[in-house]
C-alpha cells in the first residue's frame, strides 16, 4: 500500500508496507521497528520496553501498531512507557502508520513502534 505524498522535511515518515516489511527513507525494514522523525531501525518487538523507553524526552506519542489487528498492548509495557512520562496509543499498525505521517506532518513529537502485519 502506498501512503498519501505530504510534505515532512527531513523527518522520516512511513512510505509505505506491506507483509512483513516497512518502507521508511527509501530503506526497506522487514521485523518489528521503531520510527522517530530522524531515525528508523530494528525493534525487539513487546518485550524490547528498553528501546521504547530510550525515546523518553524526545517524544509525547508513541503510535504502538500491534499488526494488522488491533490488541491490547502488555500491561507492564504500557505502565513502564506512561511512568516515563511516553503517552500510547495502541491501534492496528496500518491505522498507527497513517495516524503516525498525519502528525509528523504537522511537526508533532512522535514515534512509532509497529509489529509487521
Not at 501512503?3 to 509505505?16: C, D, F, K, Q, R
Not at 504500557?78 to 516515563?84: H, T, V
Not at 512520562?85 to 499498525?93: N, R
Amino acid at each position: 500500500m502506498r501512503l498519501t505524498e505530504i510534505e515532512y522535511g527531513a523527518a522520516l515518515p512511513v512510505e509505505s508496507y506491506g507483509p512483513g516489511f516497512f518502507r521508511i527513507g527509501g530503506k526497506v525494514l522487514r521485523g518489528p521497528v521503531i520510527i522517530t522523525p530522524r531515525d528508523a531501525g530494528p525493534w525487539g518487538g513487546l518485550d524490547d520496553l528498553a528501546a521504547l523507553l530510550a525515546l523518553a524526552g524526545d517524544v509525547d506519542v508513541l503510535f504502538l501498531g500491534m499488526g494488522a489487528e488491533i490488541a491490547h498492548a502488555p500491561a507492564d509495557l504500557r505502565a513502564g512507557l506512561e511512568q516515563a512520562g511516553i503517552g500510547v496509543e495502541v491501534m492496528s499498525s496500518p491505522a498507527a502508520c497513517r495516524t503516525y505521517n498525519v502528525l509528523l506532518s504537522e511537526g508533532r513529537r512522535v514515534a512509532l513502534a509497529l509489529l509487521p502485519v
